[in-house]
Every structure is written in structure tokens, then in C-alpha cells.
């Protein structure tokens, strides 16, 4: 089959490339892994999986009658109802016709000036363009742990739960990941369980979630203000409307600030990190409202050595991925709930019937896995697309992500990648980012099909010049001080240790998308047919 796009993934991303592409009248083809759409959103489906952004920002902008007819029930939306907007959008703009589900892609080479892609069925599909729609957080982690196989109870991945929900009433269950997955699971794990054991190899902070239903009067004022909203989010920070308080911590007197953390820690969720305009940049700042933050841990967690545990030592707050929760701390208060610190106690094995620690032997009947991703670059390095040089993206990644624009890469043309490294990604609003980089890209596509252009891909020097770019923009934050956070590849053995999405904000790197192609595309080779 030959098309003029080929699109890998069906999230969020993946569907607007494809809808874009129909758009622009090219001829596009969809693969995804999975049954059917969702992306992240189908795989995820963990019991207490949850956005941890406002349902009404984490929305796709491009379609004002959408927006409109969609009614979001709850201010952070659970898994379930945004696979079920995944789903609307998929039928509403028919977009599954285009798609070969159950499909995974085996490799891609460029030759003749087309991708040619395997797939895992046996087909070939050959395409102009390469859109790489393949989430940031989609390889998963599976630690190699000894004696796993051998395991005798049930074994899951948040990340690839079951569809059909597994019934773990009454069963001795052990969470291993204390990141966003394992925070959002061990609530609702614990009211299933006869015991849970938390195994912690690193503490987070996170930042309790107060999510309600949306009132009739809240979605008529969200209706009315939304064209604001969306204005006010367009080239923001993070792709939000919200900003952060309007005075520097180390500028506001001590009252005055607690007030701030408080407003922001009962409003809930990932704002906190950024309560003030200095909290992400000057370590005293941030001092201000790590402090306050742990400060709650210890108030609510009752054995005060459990709520130390629980305390990050190694990172200021918010510089590794902050998380967001509906009751955590207050789990370690169950009496069925203990937490082990990996830290002191490191796993040796699993057993045949639960986990053993240097310390002590530990019965489960069930293992959760809440381990992460080889995020933001596994997807791709796992694909490793060949262009026609010869050039391997897993080699010109080896000593961290060359990217141009986080969007595309020298040696390998026609080919993007959607919310990897070298963009906001993970540190913005990824729905409106997915928006923002597939128009960039369809436009670029569209322009060459206008000027008669073979092939487009960027030059080694402005790969390297945005690649440093994005550096200096961490360089300029707190966010090098967490050496552990898988924002640097940390989790994954042998990964390079390389900040790698963009520090700079997403309405900056928005303005420098726009700028380059107001410019005409410079930065790019275009090579004529
Ligand atoms: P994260 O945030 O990467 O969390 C994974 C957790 O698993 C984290 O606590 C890890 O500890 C832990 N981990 C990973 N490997 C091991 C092994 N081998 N042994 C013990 N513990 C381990 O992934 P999430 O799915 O929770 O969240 C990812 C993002 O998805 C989240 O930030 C949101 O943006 C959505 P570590 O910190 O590496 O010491």
C-alpha cells in the first residue's frame, strides 16, 4: 500500500495527523498497536487512572462545534471518559477507517524518497511522510527482576491493565512504583486488599487532587468563557490558562506566602510546583514550598518514620514529575497498608509467592507493576527508523535526543515525531501541544507538495543548535538538581542522562514554530522532486 502520510499512534496526536492529513486531501494510512484508539488513555486503564490536568483544557481546540457538544463530567477526568471522548472524536470525524488496529510497527526505512514501514501482520506500507504519533510515555518499563518468572500469582503493568478489570478483593497485593501510576492506584488498591505493600525505590511529592463534578452552572460559564480560555492558553507556559501567583516568593513577607500555598495546595494538583514565578528557578524559592508541602505529609501521615519515608531527600519540588493524588498519605494510616523503603531495604528476588528485600520476605498474591516508561524517546529508539544515508535513529540519539524543534531529525527526512524530546511535551498541555506540532508539520507538508519538494529535513547545524538550545533553557530552572527523574532518562539502564523536553515554555516554542516557518522553513534542506 502507498500513501502520501503514514501516521503511527491513535492518541491523542495521532488522530489529529490523521484528521489533518484527510483535511488536507492526502492519502493516509493509521497504525496502531492497540484494538482501537486512545493511545495512552487505552492502555492505562489501571483502577484511579486520571488526567491530572482540567478536563476542559485537556481537550482537543481545533473543532469549536466539538467543544461545544462535548460535556465533561468531572473538573480532572478519569481514564474511562477520556478514552470515551477518544472514542466520540474517532466516530465523530470518522477517523477509524483509516486505521490497521492491532497493528505494530516492526521498522522503517526511508528509501527512494518514501518510508517504508513493516508491520507486524507482514504488510508493507509505503508513504512521503512519516508521522510518528507514538506517545512520550508508551514504552513501558519492565525491570528485570530476578525470579520473576517464577512468580506463581498474578502480574500486572498499569500501564497494559487488563480490560476486563481484574477482581483483587481480599488478595495480598504488592505495588512496586511510587510515581504518578503507583500514586493514583494504591488508594483503591488498599480498599481491595486483605494487605498492600508499597515497595518505594523513590519518594515524589504529590499534591492532593480536590476533583468534583462540573455543575450545570460551572459548564455554562466554561461554555461562555472557553474562546478566552483557549486565547489565554494558546502561548502560555504550559498550554493552561492558569499563571502563578503574581509576586516572587522571595519577594512576598511569610504570611502572605503561606497564604499562596495554601490557595494553590487546596486548588490541588500539578500547579503547586509553580506557585510562584521563582519556585521552578531559584532554589530558596522552591525551599518555600517544599517546605510547606512536606510539611502536610507530616500532619497527615500519623507514624512520623513512614511519613519521612515518604519525604523526597534527593529533589527540589517539582523538578521530577510532580504528582497528583485523591488520598495517598492517608493510605499509609490503613492498617493493611505498609510501605517498604527500597532505598533501605533493595529488592533481591521475587519469589514464587511474593517479594523478598534484603531485609524480610514479603506474601503477595498479586504484583502491580507501576514502573514507568523509557519515556519520551523509547517509542521511537524501539522503532529506530533508517533514513537514506544510512543513518539509525537509535545511533543519532546514543548520546541524547538531536532534534530539530523537537519535531524532526538531521539524517532522517519527511519524518516527525509528536510529543518527544526537544519539545514542552510532558511539561505542557499535551492535547493542545499535539495540535500545535501536527499543524506545523501538515503545513510544512503542504508546503512541499505546493513548491514541488522531494524531501524536507533538517541540517545537522540547526539540530544541534536547537539540541543545545533546549540545554540552556533546563540549564536555566531547577530541573537538573533531580539527577533520578526519568525526564533525564534516569529510570533506564544505559540511557544517556540528558535533560531532554524543552524548559523554554510552550508559548516560546510555539513563537519559534511560527518564526521558522514565517522564515520560510529555515533550518531545513528542501530538496526539490
Ligand atoms: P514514573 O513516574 O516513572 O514512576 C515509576 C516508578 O517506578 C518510580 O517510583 C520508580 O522509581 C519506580 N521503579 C522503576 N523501576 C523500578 C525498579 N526496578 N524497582 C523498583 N522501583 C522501580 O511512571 P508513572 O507511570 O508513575 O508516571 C509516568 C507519567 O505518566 C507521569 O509523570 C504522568 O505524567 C503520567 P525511581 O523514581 O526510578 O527510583
New binding site residues.
Partial sequence: MSVDAIVIGAGFAGLYAVHRSVQEGLTVVGIEAAPSVGGTWYWNRYPGARC?VESVDYSYSFDEQLQTDWTWTERFAAQPEILAYLDHVADRFDLRRHYRFDTEVAGARFVDGRWVVDTSTGDTVSGRFLLCATGC?SAI?R?D?PGLDGFTGQVYY??AWPREDPDLQGKRIGV???????IQVVPILAEQADSLVV????P?YTIPMPNYPWSDEDLQRIREEYPQRRKKSAYAPAGTPHGTYHKKALETEAQERAQALWARWRDGGVLFSKTFPDQTSVLEANDIAREFAEDRVREIVKDPAVAQDLIPTDHPIGTK?I?TDAGYYETFNRDNVRLVN?RREP?AEVTADGVRTSEAAYPCDVLVF????D?LTGAMTRIDPVGPRGDRLSEIWADGPVTFLGLMVPGLPNLFSFSGPGSPS?LANMVLHAEVQVDWALELMVAARHRGLAEVEPRHDAASAWTAHVGEAAARTLFLKAQ?S?YLG??IDGKKRVFMPYAGGFGNYRTKLDDVAEQGYSGLILTAR
Fill in positions: 491530572d510515555l518499563n525491570p527482576i498499569t500501564a512496586i512504583g511510587t510515581g504518578s501510576s503507583g515497595f518505594q525505590r523513590s515524589n514529575r504528582c527500597l529488592i507501576a514502573t514507568g516508561f519515556a510532558v533520578s526519568w534516569a529510570n
